[in-house]
């Protein structure tokens, strides 16, 4: 059974910092590419961020400079850290994992940011 738990959601001020969580289990994690999105209220979902099975990274232009996706595959885990956070990165944040015709997603974790 595969299962991505997101953690690290939360309310924090414009200009604040979070780092957002993913655990894998039921996949063997290093074959999958990692990649998180974000769906914020009437808009679709969206690339966040995605990192490659060998370590590639490539960013959305809304959060280049900004935020910055990385793994550990000793922990199964895949983060997302975020720092200069704006209102507009409001949404509720995905972890995705993929490979060839498999496809997964987490449960999703809420991001607030106040002005």
């Known amino acids: 059974q595969v299962q991505l738990v997101e953690s690290g959601g939360n309310l924090v001020q414009a200009g604040g910092s979070l780092r957002l969580s993913c655990a894998a289990s039921g996949i063997i994690f290093s074959t999958y590419a990692m990649a998180w999105y974000r769906q914020a209220p009437g808009k679709q979902r969206e690339l966040v961020a995605h990192v490659t099975v060998g370590g590639n990274t490539n960013y959305a232009d809304s959060v280049k400079g900004r935020f910055t996706i990385s793994r550990d595959n000793a922990k199964n885990t895949v983060y997302l850290q975020m720092n200069s956070l704006k209102p507009e990165d409001t949404a509720v944040y995905y972890c995705?994992?993929?490979?060839?015709?498999?496809?997964?997603w987490g449960q999703g974790t809420q991001v607030t940011v106040s002005s």
């Open positions: 995705n994992a993929r490979r060839a015709f498999f496809d997964y």
